[in-house]
């Protein structure tokens, strides 16, 4: 990427061709440092449109919004590195609840953005339902109160049974996010009837929902230094709605 901003980075899993139910999808991964602040070189603020500029007046604090704008910026350089234009070229199209997508869906491009803290993670593949999240390692105190609202059964069991329930928790829900994410579901999805493993090796059993397949989708776990991120892959649901 040329002139690219220094707080992005490719993790070891960077471009890779994953096997997708029946086909193959290629996926390419950036992690990014959203604490270089808003006015670092390369950092660029018209580049952003007025919608984006506007998410980010919005926000009180300004760590928050720094970090908001740091990472709109480089989800604009990797999109326009792919794309073949200028970062302020990029166009943006929201699906029916408010999935971000390429307006016109070029090339049938797919990528997701998930951040948490100062972390950032963006996911980019082509022909290919893609959804990524991010959680930083950390203690969760109230782990069991939060998995009746989001895991179901089999899960609070396996949960109950971990040696690490911190982790445990935050695996399944990094999968659960990932995959309603790339579904574009927003806060309809069933996450009760969406069945994930909790263990080390990500698995999707369940999709929760009919005509869906679990083994159309693949669940990914990819290495992070201080957090648990997940990337979920599927079939290519929903096409660009121009708002």
Sequence with gaps: MSAALHNIRRPNLATTTIRVGTSYASLDLWYVDLDVGADAPGCSRHWLSDDELGRAERFHSDLDRSRYVVGRIALRRVLADRLGCSPAAV????????????????????????????DAVIALTECAAVGVDIELLRPVPDAESLARLVFSDAERRELELARDPASAFLNGWTRKEAYVKALGLGLTAPLTDI??????????????LRGQSASNWRLLNVPHPRAVVAVALGPHLESAAPT
């Excluded at 029916?96 to 100062?118: I, T, Y």
């Excluded at 263990?199 to 999709?207: D, I, K, N, V």
């Design 91 to 118: 166009r943006f199209s929201y699906g029916r609840n408010g999935k971000p997508l390429l307006e016109g869906a070029r090339g049938h491009l797919e990528f997701n953005l998930a951040h948490s803290g100062g």
């Design 195 to 208: 069945i994930v493993s909790l263990s080390e090796r990500a698995a999707l059993l369940s999709t929760g």
